[in-house]
Structure formats: structure tokens, C-alpha cells
């Protein structure tokens, strides 16, 4: 009989225990330092549809290894951060076409902005630059928004709580969500450890294509550093088709292991004096010639879809997801050093590009002008590209050197008020190295 009361009251104590509430809340945010170690495994394909879909077998790995000071935080929710990495890497691999991108150790030093909660966190680099490439590696897996999974109250052992919008938005990398089921729920509590499932599903709109994410992850909360330290995050996706995209389907699997430490000197005030008072904004992204011919400037807005050795340099300027503008740099043989083609002859080089139709005159103008004085010929027109009515300004750049750079810009008719300049800034930014 006192055997079977002492079993008694041992299963009554392990269910008390297993019923206790344990206070998941992180530590203040602010000032706080963590090593944080990311890895990235990706599988799946990519669809491209013309006269029939086509499907292409993708691959993908990622490493980075940083540490991270938060520098703001609202709702327990990091908003700024700076972060020094040790190592940013990824390999991506399409069939057999193998691309590998490694962060220039200038960039070791960033500050990551997010602007308000709902909102992607964006970039700015210590020391010059960054190029669309680098900028992609720094733009990874949004470590800052990891906190906002954590309920911050008590919760019991079966217990479940909602995941806001906010962090379902930046953890799904959404420009825009459109809706949300993602839920937590406490598991089970061994030692100091809590240990919480998070799954469901997250909808939204991403460089205006539509994502869908089916999640399956956990984490783990040490709970006597009041940290969430390391997450498993798997999410099945189905992207459609967009300005900048093709359709893709596959599977990621994120890894985070995120260790507390003392503050670091890597991230100190004095470390931080090139990169605050920065606005993103007012930091464009630089592309330079892989043969080093010439290089220029272009707002974030402006997205790089051409490949590296592709012989021309395409971009996709987006506003808010939707496609405004496409802009087609095309090197050309250097000339005579000092001698200009004239606007004519160029203006009726262009209206006899395959598959465009010109129709209208609208811009006519020779040497439009250029900081490094360049001479630059304009012309614009209203037309029809391969039966689509479309306005295309065809810009003339030319060194006195004789390097040789045509720009084409091609927009709808009703998006033509939204480039809104952003053309003569790149064409004002073009400098060609001389090499």
C-alpha cells in the first residue's frame, strides 16, 4: 500500500510539473549580442512557360555566420540591428549551370533597417556599395524577427498562441501578405529548455509574384537565458509567376543557432560611426561590367534578372510588386577615340530594331549631357514591340575614348510617369574604366 501511495504521488508531481507554466518572454532586445550561425537547403524547380511549360531542377545551399547587436526593437520585435559576418556564402545550381556568390569582406559590416514591423529589413553596407549579388547575401532568412515567435507570457504545456502579422509577413519575406494561419504551441519543457512547434500556412506577394508557404518548424527557448537559441524552419512554397521570376516549387530547410555573448567589439559604437545616420533609400546598388568595361548605378527598385556572362545587361524596375519599366544595356565596339555617331544615323539604327515598330517621336535630343562628359543622344518613342504598344527611350552614351554603351529603356504607356527620372539617373551614373 505505501508503495503504490509513493507511485501515487510521484505521477501526481510529474503531472503538476508537466502543467506548470513556464514564462516565455525574451530578454530586453536592445544592446543585446548574439552569435548567430544560418544555414539554407533548398530542392525543387522552376517552370518556365512559352509555348509549354518546361521545368528545371533547382538546388541551393547557404551558410552565414554573423554577430548580430540589436540596436532597436518595438513589441519584441528587432527593427535595426548591426551585424559583422564572418562568413556569407551560397551555392545555387539549375541542371547543371552551377552559380556560387561569397560576400566581399568589405561588406563584413552592415546595419539591417526595418522601418516598421510589417515591413521587409533592408541592408546598408559598412564600406561602399553593395551589388544586387552581395546585397541578396545580407537580405537572407530574417534573424531579427525570430523573437516576435515567442508568446512573451506564460504559457502550459499544450498550450497555443497565434503568430502576428508582422512576423508571419517577415519571416515569409513578404512584400505583402495577403493571409495567415501560423500557430505556436509549447510542447514540452526538459531542464532549461522549452521546446515549441510552429506550423500553418502564410500567403503574400513577393517582387510581385504570389508565394504560398506551408510551415513545419520548432525552436527552442532557453529559459534561463530568456532566449529563443536555435530554430528549424521547413517551408514547402509554390511561386507563381512574376515580373522578375519564373514559376517555382520547392522545398527550404533553414537551420538558426542563435548563441548569447558579451558585447563585441565588432559591432561597438565605434565600429558602427561608417553606417549610422545612413538612409537606405539614398544608397543605390552598383553593377560593374564582368569584363570591366564600365560600370553604373541603379536604385533598389531596379531588379537584375540577366545572367552575369549574358552579353546584355537587363533590369525590371518594380514599384510596390508591379512592373513599371525594363532597361537593356548592350556594350558595343569601341570606336574612334573622339568621334561621335550622329543622332540621325543612330535614331534610324534604333527604328530598325528587330521587332519594334516605332510610331510616335516624342524625345529627339543630341548630346543630352553627362557628369563625366560623356556625350549622350536621346531618342524616344511610342510604338509597338513585338505587337505590344510600348514607349522606348534609346539612349547613345560615348567616352571621349570611344567606349560605346546603348541603354533602352521600354515601358507601358500608362506606367511611362512612374519612371519618374529613374532612367537619367542610371544613365547619369554609367562610367566606363578605360580598360
Known amino acids: 500500500m505505501r508503495l503504490w501511495e509513493s507511485f501515487l504521488v510521484v505521477v501526481v508531481l510529474a503531472n503538476l510539473a508537466h502543467a506548470q507554466a513556464v514564462h516565455l518572454t525574451e530578454a530586453p532586445l536592445v ?6 550561425e544560418l544555414t539554407m537547403e533548398l530542392a525543387g524547380k522552376v517552370t518556365v512557360r512559352q509555348d509549354k511549360a518546361v521545368s528545371f531542377k533547382q538546388t541551393a545551399q547557404g551558410r552565414h555566420e554573423f554577430v548580430e547587436r540589436v540596436l532597436e526593437a518595438k513589441d519584441g520585435l528587432g527593427l535595426k540591428a548591426a551585424r559583422f559576418y564572418q562568413s556569407a556564402e551560397a551555392t545555387i545550381k539549375v541542371e547543371d549551370e552551377v552559380m556560387q556568390r561569397k560576400l566581399d569582406p568589405r561588406h563584413a559590416l552592415t546595419l539591417v533597417v526595418r522601418k516598421r514591423a510589417d515591413e521587409k529589413s533592408q541592408a546598408i553596407s559598412g564600406k561602399g556599395n553593395f551589388t544586387r549579388e552581395a546585397l541578396d ?5 530574417d534573424t531579427l524577427a525570430v523573437t516576435g515567435l515567442v508568446p512573451g507570457k506564460e504559457v502550459k504545456a499544450g498550450e497555443t498562441w497565434s503568430v502576428t502579422k508582422p512576423v508571419a509577413q517577415a519571416l515569409g519575406s513578404f512584400d505583402a501578405l495577403i ?7 509549447l510542447k514540452e519543457v526538459k531542464g532549461d529548455i522549452a521546446h515549441v512547434e510552429v506550423v500553418g500556412t502564410i500567403q503574400g506577394i513577393d ?3 504570389e508565394v504560398s508557404l506551408l510551415i513545419d518548424g520548432s525552436y527552442e527557448f532557453d529559459l534561463k537565458e530568456k532566449r529563443l537559441t536555435r530554430l528549424v524552419w521547413k517551408q514547402t512554397e509554390q511561386r507563381k509567376a512574376g515580373p522578375v521570376n519564373p514559376e517555382m516549387a520547392g522545398t527550404v530547410t533553414i537551420t538558426l543557432r542563435r548563441t548569447p555573448l558579451a558585447p563585441a567589439n565588432e559591432v561597438n559604437d565605434f565600429a558602427l560611426v561608417p553606417v549610422q545616420g545612413k538612409a537606405v533609400q539614398h544608397l543605390p546598388l552598383v553593377y560593374r561590367d564582368p569584363r570591366g568595361r564600365f560600370e ?8 537584375l534578372t540577366s ?4 552579353a546584355q545587361v537587363v533590369l525590371r524596375l518594380l514599384d510596390r510588386g508591379n512592373f513599371v519599366a525594363q532597361a537593356t544595356f548592350t556594350p558595343l565596339k569601341k570606336g574612334i577615340p573622339g568621334q561621335v555617331k550622329k543622332l540621325d544615323d543612330f535614331e ?3 527604328a530598325d530594331t528587330p521587332g519594334w515598330e516605332p510610331d510616335k517621336i516624342l524625345e529627339r535630343k543630341a548630346n543630352a549631357g553627362h557628369p ?3 556625350t549622350v543622344h536621346r531618342v524616344t518613342a511610342a510604338g509597338r514591340q513585338l505587337g505590344v504598344e510600348c514607349i522606348q527611350s534609346f539612349l547613345l552614351i560615348t567616352s571621349p575614348q570611344g567606349d560605346q554603351l546603348i541603354a533602352a529603356f521600354s515601358m507601358p504607356p500608362n506606367q511611362a510617369g512612374n519612371v519618374n527620372g529613374r532612367d537619367d539617373e542610371v544613365v547619369r551614373s554609367v562610367v566606363f574604366s578605360g580598360k
Open 137 to 141: 547575401l545580407t537580405e537572407h532568412f
Open 296 to 303: 553604373f548605378q541603379h536604385g533598389r527598385d531596379w531588379i
Open 372 to 374: 563625366q562628359q560623356y
Open 179 to 185: 493571409k495567415h494561419e501560423l500557430t505556436c504551441k
Open 307 to 310: 545572367p552575369a556572362d549574358n
Open 31 to 36: 544592446d543585446s549580442h548574439c552569435r548567430v
Open 348 to 350: 534610324g539604327e534604333m
Open 207 to 209: 517582387l510581385g509574384a
